[in-house]
């Protein structure tokens, strides 16, 4: 968000009128954001499963949240986005703007911070306890 805020005011005040600008972050698919996520947090990746599996599990869970009356954990609309892979280029954007994505470990790692810092996250593993210890950035 920081990177995407920048960016906007870029564009106020050197944007070209009519120009689309494309702010792309990193190319991942989704076991790969994933994968790195957990690592960082220290935990194991999810277990991959059959795409026909996932739906009907995610269907069981809709069915069985709606008869408890609360919210999905996992929805089909969730399974069916994270088969997805969009690339998408911010060249035009680095270009005329000067705009620049900081690295993905970087803002995971400042993310899990912040829901760290709120209770939103519980340090269970060693490497979320040394994120919950290191300081914040600026």
Same mark, same amino acid.
């Given at each position: 968000?920081?990177?995407?805020?920048?960016?906007?005011?870029?564009?106020?005040?050197?944007?070209?009128?009519?120009?689309?600008?494309t702010l792309a972050g990193?190319?991942?698919?989704?076991?790969?954001?994933?994968?790195?996520?957990?690592?960082?947090?220290?935990?194991?990746?999810?277990r991959r499963m059959p795409?026909?599996?996932?739906?009907?599990?995610?269907?069981?869970?809709?069915?069985?949240?709606?008869?408890?009356?609360?919210?999905?954990?996992?929805? $089909?609309?969730?399974?069916?986005?994270?088969? &997805?892979?969009?690339? /998408?280029? *911010?060249? =035009? !954007?680095? #270009?005329?703007?000067?705009?620049?994505?900081?690295?993905?470990?970087?803002?995971?790692?400042?993310?899990? $911070?912040?829901?760290?810092?709120?209770?939103? &996250?519980?340090?269970? /593993?060693? *490497?979320? =306890? !040394?994120? #919950?210890?290191?300081?914040?950035?600026?």
């Amino acid at each position: 968000m920081r990177d995407v805020a920048r960016a906007h005011a870029e564009a106020l005040l050197r944007g070209r009128a009519g120009a689309v600008y494309t702010l792309a972050g990193h190319n991942l698919t989704t076991t790969e954001l994933v994968t790195r996520v957990c690592g960082l947090a220290g935990v194991a990746p999810p277990r991959r499963m059959p795409y026909s599996a996932a739906l009907a599990l995610a269907s069981a869970e809709e069915i069985t949240a709606g008869l408890q009356k609360r919210t999905p954990h996992l929805t $089909r609309d969730l399974v069916k986005v994270s088969a &997805l892979y969009t690339w /998408t280029s *911010a060249e =035009r !954007a680095r #270009a005329e703007l000067g705009y620049e994505v900081r690295p993905f470990e970087e803002t995971v790692r400042d993310t899990l $911070r912040w829901a760290l810092a709120r209770g939103k &996250l519980a340090p269970d /593993t060693e *490497a979320l =306890r !040394a994120l #919950a210890a290191s300081p914040s950035p600026a």
